[in-house]
Structures are given as C-alpha cells and as structure tokens.
C-alpha cells in the first residue's frame, strides 16, 4: 500500500509564505515524477509543479517565479516552497507520486489527502 502524507499548509497573507512537504510510504520499487497539484471550489484540478527522478522541473505559468519544487530521494520527499503569495493561491493542494510497484512495472499515480492553502488580501 503506497501512502503520501502532506503537510505544511495554512492560513497566509498576501505576500507571505508557505512550505509545503509530501512523504511517501510503502513498499514499491521507485518513484517517477512527483508533483503537486491545487483545485480550487470551482475549479479543476491544475499541476502546480513537477519533479522528475532526475531532478527536472516544470511549473505552471501562474506560479512560476514564486514557487520553487524539490526532492529527496532517500527519504521518499517532495517539497513546494511558495513565495509571494496571492489570493488566488487559495485552493486544496495534493502531492502526487507516480510508483512503480516493481522495477518494470507501469507506473501509477498516487495521491495525498490533500492539504489546504488560504491566502488572505
């Protein structure tokens, strides 16, 4: 049973700052990409940035500049540091980790609960 943990949200002004972690569990024989992912009410769920095993990263337009992704490997870890914030960062923020079970297995994605982003005007 593959299992993400996030933590790190809350309640933000305009401006602030926000670190977010997600730590994965289970047995499995590696982590792809890994990423993080935002729906607000309303709204679809949007990739907010991306990691890949090799470090590789991606960001959406609209945090780009602001918000800056990392992982540790050896502990299963995906961090977003987000700077300056905005009120329309305000959303549900998920950490996603794409597994292989076994070493050549197709890889699935796995999701976290989901932790909340409020940033006050």
């Known amino acids: 049973q593959v299992q993400l943990v996030e933590s790190g949200g809350g309640l933000v002004q305009a401006g602030g700052s926000l670190s977010l972690s997600c730590v994965t569990s289970?047995?499995?024989?590696?982590?792809?990409?890994m990423g993080w992912y935002r729906q607000a009410p309303g709204k679809q769920r949007e990739l907010v940035a991306g990691i890949t095993s090799g470090g590789n990263t991606n960001y959406s337009d609209s945090v780009k500049g602001r918000c800056t992704i990392s992982r540790d490997n050896a502990k299963r870890m995906v961090n977003l540091q987000m700077n300056s914030l905005k009120p329309e960062d305000t959303a549900v923020y998920y950490c996603?980790?794409?597994?292989?079970?076994?070493?050549?297995?197709?890889?699935?994605?796995?999701w976290g609960q989901g932790t909340q982003v409020t940033v006050s005007s």
């Open positions: 996603n980790a794409r597994v292989r079970i076994r070493s050549f297995s197709v890889p699935q994605d796995y």
């Open positions: 289970g047995r499995f024989a590696s982590i792809d990409a």
